[in-house]
């Protein structure tokens, strides 16, 4: 397994890597452009040539950085190819000048994200803006 950041990607392979981790049909997203457009980084995790696990890593232009889309083929999964993305997007967000690193998960992934690979837990909010808007 080797990681390689800021690889050239191919929408394809990253849409086929979301559909088998998440269990659904492939969608069309334009990932490229849109990790052109919002991300400080992103880290692959290939074997030989096959997209075996990604990450990303947006920000607000100063001290703050947020990872997405963490996800690892299910084939792959408890082989610390997931670990070794966080770790190495923690890396390269502080080489890029960000002092936080923010991450939201589901609670089946608390383990994974304290425990594992170093993350504190915090008291945050979310609102669904597709049920209810502010004001």
Known sequence: MELVSKFTVENRDLNSLHARAFGEIPKEIDWAQRLADHAL????????????????????GGAHAFLLDTVVDPEWQHHGIG???VKQAALEAKTG?????????EAELANFYLA?????????GLLNLSTK???
């Open 41 to 60: 980084t992103w880290i692959g995790a290939f074997d030989s040539e096959a997209l075996i696990g990604f990450v990303q890593v947006i920000w607000d």
């Open 83 to 85: 670990t070794a993305l």
């Open 97 to 105: 000048g960000c002092e936080w690193l923010h991450v939201d998960f």
């Open 116 to 124: 594992e690979c170093g993350f504190q837990s915090t008291t945050a």
């Open 133 to 135: 808007v502010p004001g």
